[in-house]
């Protein structure tokens, strides 16, 4: 079992940043990928971005050029630095980790005004 603590979110206004961490503990034997998906009201929980154990990211086309993904494998620990946030950001972010089992993280609420 692998248990996930997201931090970070907040409110902030059009083109500021927030920074995101997410603290993986507890025992999976697998190589794991992390990552951040988010959920809007009324929208489908969706990819953010994610990272695997050796560096390889991903990101959505909605967030390239934004946000930056990176990962510490000592501390177990992903995060998400985001930068000219907008009010589409606006949504849970939801850690996850992923061998061939998955497992979320409570989520944490990002909001941005307008």
């Known amino acids: 079992q692998v248990q996930l603590v997201e931090s970070g979110g907040g409110l902030v206004q059009t083109g500021g940043s927030l920074r995101l961490s997410c603290v993986a503990s507890?025992?999976?034997?697998?190589?794991?990928?992390m990552g951040w998906y988010r959920q809007a009201p009324g929208k489908q929980r969706e990819l953010v971005a994610k990272?695997?154990?050796?560096?390889?990211?991903h990101y959505a086309d909605s967030v390239k050029g934004r946000f930056t993904i990176s990962r510490d494998n000592a501390k177990n620990t992903v995060y998400l630095q985001m930068n000219s946030l907008k009010p589409e950001d606006t949504a849970v972010y939801y850690c996850n980790y992923a061998t061939i089992w998955i497992y979320w993280g409570q989520g944490t609420q990002v909001t941005v005004s307008s």
């Open positions: 990272i695997s154990s050796g560096g390889q990211m």
């Open positions: 507890g025992s999976d034997s697998g190589v794991a990928v």
